[in-house]
Every structure is written in structure tokens, then in C-alpha cells.
């Protein structure tokens, strides 16, 4: 990673769109955050001066800060100009680009990152985009040792480092897992499995998971997110599942816009500040004392994420918590650079911590041995 004195230790780029906005002020907080002893001179980045100004502008009037449009610097970049993404990149440390969708825009900006020796961190959760990326440019980034890490929104921080906490809290080997994501709005909840629709089925089709998942998150019906089902499954597992099914089409779409569209729809305009998520997981595995060669696992685990709404404030807080990862425990992280997910850069580093003193909560809800 750049170890010269570089102008900006932070760029927004994209930080005039919907997402750009929202990672702008949690900048512009984590900049006056308690115990920051440096200084962190940033700026943003887009193809209009005029945008990004009202973009510190909005940023200073929500934030109560009236100097901070002067406080940061102002970069004009466009995708389509490479010669403009390199003077962009040169006066990073990090990138955080918020520009989308990266399977149009993205690749432009990780290859303009990697050849000026900047780390860039994404919030895509486009499956293609990451592949490609790691397939193209991972040897690349290990030689110039910048890191280029994708999905570190709401996709996927929080489901990631979930899997790392309950690994590191399971007294034991951690062998088996599952997970459960319910989107609070308002009195109602949704809730969308995160896994095969396979499983899926098994565990809404079984009753003691349901009421599990029900006590665990405190939720009262749980209407179930995903593509209509298919025939092939059993009568019985689709028509309970269907009560709670909401059809959707296309698999390239992020479950977060979907469920967003869901709740626009069905529930009335939910107000981003009334949203909030838990993702629980169920871990399975077999105790020190156990080799993992037994039958049958003898650990049960569960435990929890919670934060704020998913989609922008979440999503905000795990970039730039992401990015501040990057500058600051670079000790832990992987020896060479390179492009990694978000569980295999950050999971030896803080990052759990810095998340749940921005209000991303890790927590264990229970452990026993069976
Ligand atoms: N994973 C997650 O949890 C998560 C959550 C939220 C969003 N996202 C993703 O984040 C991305 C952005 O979403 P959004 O809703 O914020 O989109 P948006 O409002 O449309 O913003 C797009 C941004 O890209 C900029 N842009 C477009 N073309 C450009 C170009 N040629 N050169 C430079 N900048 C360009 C736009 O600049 P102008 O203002 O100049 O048009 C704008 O700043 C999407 O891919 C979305 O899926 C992911």
C-alpha cells in the first residue's frame, strides 16, 4: 500500500450519487470521531464540481459543520477518461468507490487503483464483477502490495465478519452454519434466508427452526423474500412457503433493492431512520476436547449482527470502517495485496470492533455444548 505522503488519505468517488451522499458524511464523522489523534485529509471525486459541491454542502447542513466544504478536496474524474482516474488514484491512499453498476463502471477504476499503487474498496454485490476482478488483477495487485477488497457494504461486511465472530467465539471447530436475515420496518419484519434455496426449504418447511429464528429476532410474521418457487419442491414445503413468498425475477439484482422495493410497496414509505437489520447465524461444531472425525457435533452456537438500515446507513458505515481498517491495522492484514473479500482481508484486523462502536453490534446470543 502507498507508503509516500499522498495529498488525500480518503477519496469519495461517486460520492455524488444516492450511496456516494450517505459515505460522504460518514467521512465527514469519522474525521471528528473521539480518541482521532491524526489528521485525515480526504476528498471527493466525480464528474461534476457543481454535484459534488452540493453534496458537501447537504453533508455540512446535516452534519452541523458549516466549514466542511472547505475541509475537503475536490477531484473531477470520469470512468470513461482513464488519464483522469490516474490523477485521481495518485492522490489517494484509499479509494472508496461508490460508482455503480460495477459491472459497467468498476473495472476501470480498480485497474487505474492497482497501477497507481492506491487501494481501492467497493460496495458491489455483483458476484461477476468480483470474480473478474480477482481472476484479472489479483497477481497485479500483489505486486504493487495494494489491496483491493469488493463488496464492503451491507454486502457483504456483516455476513463475512459474522462468520469470523462466531468462529473466534465457538469454543471449539466451528464446522457448520446457517444464517438469517430479517429486515425491521416499522412493527412488520421480513425475513430472507441466506443460503440455497434448498436449505431454504428444509428450514422454513421445519417448524423448530422457524420458532427459533422467531425468538432469536423478536419477530412476529415472517413474509419470505425470494424467486417464486419452482414446482419441482414438495406441495406442502411451497405452499407454506409461498403464504410467506413475495415472487421476484432476476438473480443479478441485490436482495437489499429488492427487499427495499418490498417494503416501498407493502408497507408504506419506510423511513430510512425507522429501518434497521439482524442477521442471525446458527453455527454447528465439535468442542477442543472432540475431534472433528465423531459422528455427530457436539457445539451449538448463536449469534447476532444488528445495525442501523441496511441499504445506505449500514452500508456507510462498513465501507469507510473498511477503509479505516486498510490505513490503520495494516500489520493484519494478508502479507501481499491482492483482491480479497471482505472476510479474507479483514479477519485478523480490528474491524469488528470499529464496527460495533459505529453501531454494527457483534453479539453472542447463546453457546452450549450438546
Ligand atoms: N452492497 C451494498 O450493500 C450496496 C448498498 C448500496 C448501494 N450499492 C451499490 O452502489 C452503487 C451505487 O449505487 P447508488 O444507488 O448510489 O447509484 P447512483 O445514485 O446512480 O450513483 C452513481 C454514481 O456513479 C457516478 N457515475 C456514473 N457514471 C460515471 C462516470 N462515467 N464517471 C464517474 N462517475 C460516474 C454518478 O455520478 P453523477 O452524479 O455524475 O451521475 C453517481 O455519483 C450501485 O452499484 C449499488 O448497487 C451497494
Redesign the pocket.
Known amino acids: 500500500m502507498a507508503t509516500e505522503q499522498r495529498p488525500f488519505r480518503l477519496v469519495v468517488?461517486?460520492?455524488?450519487?444516492?450511496?456516494?451522499q450517505f459515505v460522504t458524511e460518514e467521512v465527514a464523522r469519522e474525521q471528528e470521531a473521539p480518541g482521532r489523534s491524526s489528521r485525515l485529509p480526504w476528498a471527493v471525486a466525480?464528474?461534476?464540481r457543481e454535484?459534488l459541491q452540493g453534496v458537501l454542502e447537504r453533508a455540512a447542513l446535516k452534519l452541523g459543520r458549516p466549514t466542511l466544504s472547505s475541509e475537503v478536496g475536490i477531484i473531477i474524474?470520469?470512468?470513461?477518461n482513464p488519464a483522469s482516474l490516474d490523477e485521481m488514484a495518485k492522490q489517494a491512499t484509499v479509494v472508496l468507490n461508490?460508482?455503480?453498476?460495477?459491472r459497467f463502471?468498476g473495472e476501470p477504476i480498480v485497474k487505474a487503483c492497482i497501477e497507481n499503487g492506491t487501494s481501492c474498496i467497493d460496495?458491489?454485490?455483483e458476484p461477476q464483477f468480483l470474480e473478474l476482478m480477482q481472476l484479472k488483477y489479483h497477481e497485479k495487485a500483489a505486486e504493487k502490495g495494494v489491496y483491493i477488497i469488493g463488496?464492503s457494504?451491507?454486502?457483504s461486511i456483516p455476513a463475512d465478519l459474522g462468520v469470523i465472530y462466531t468462529r473466534n467465539k465457538m469454543n471449539g471447530t466451528l464446522t457448520a452454519m446457517e444464517s438469517f436475515l430479517t429486515i425491521h420496518s416499522g412493527p412488520e419484519g421480513l425475513c430472507i434466508h441466506d443460503g440455497t434455496w434448498k436449505s431454504a426449504i428444509y428450514s422454513f418447511g421445519n417448524q423448530s427452526t422457524l420458532r427459533k429464528l422467531r425468538n432469536a429476532s423478536n419477530l412476529k410474521p415472517v413474509p419470505f423474500i425470494g424467486p417464486k418457487l419452482k414446482r419441482r419442491w414438495p406441495v406442502s414445503y411451497c405452499r407454506e412457503l409461498n403464504r410467506y413468498s413475495v415472487p421476484f425475477l432476476g438473480s443479478d439484482v441485490?436482495v437489499?433493492?429488492r427487499t427495499q422495493r418490498y417494503l416501498h410497496e407493502n408497507l408504506g414509505e419506510s423511513p430510512i431512520d425507522a429501518s434497521s437489520f439482524t442477521l442471525t447465524f446458527f453455527g454447528q461444531g465439535y468442542s477442543k476436547c472432540l475431534g472433528t472425525d465423531q459422528k455427530k457435533p457436539n457445539m451449538k452456537i448463536c449469534t447476532q449482527v444488528k445495525g442501523p438500515e441496511?441499504?445506505?446507513v449500514a452500508?456507510s458505515i462498513a465501507m469507510v470502517q473498511a477503509a479505516m481498517t486498510l490505513l490503520n491495522d495494516v500489520s493484519d492484514l494478508p502479507k501481499a495485496g491482492g483482491v480479497f473479500t471482505p472476510g479474507a482481508a479483514f479477519s485478523r484486523t480490528k474491524l469488528i470492533d470499529r464496527l460495533n462502536q459505529r453501531g454494527i453490534e457483534f453479539s453472542v446470543i447463546s453457546s452450549s455444548e450438546v
Do not use: H, L
Open positions: 468517488v461517486g460520492a455524488s450519487g444516492f450511496t456516494g466525480g464528474r461534476s454535484k474524474c470520469d470512468v470513461s461508490c460508482v455503480g453498476p460495477y463502471y460496495i458491489s454485490g463488496s457494504g451491507f454486502d441485490s437489499v433493492k441496511a441499504g445506505y452500508t
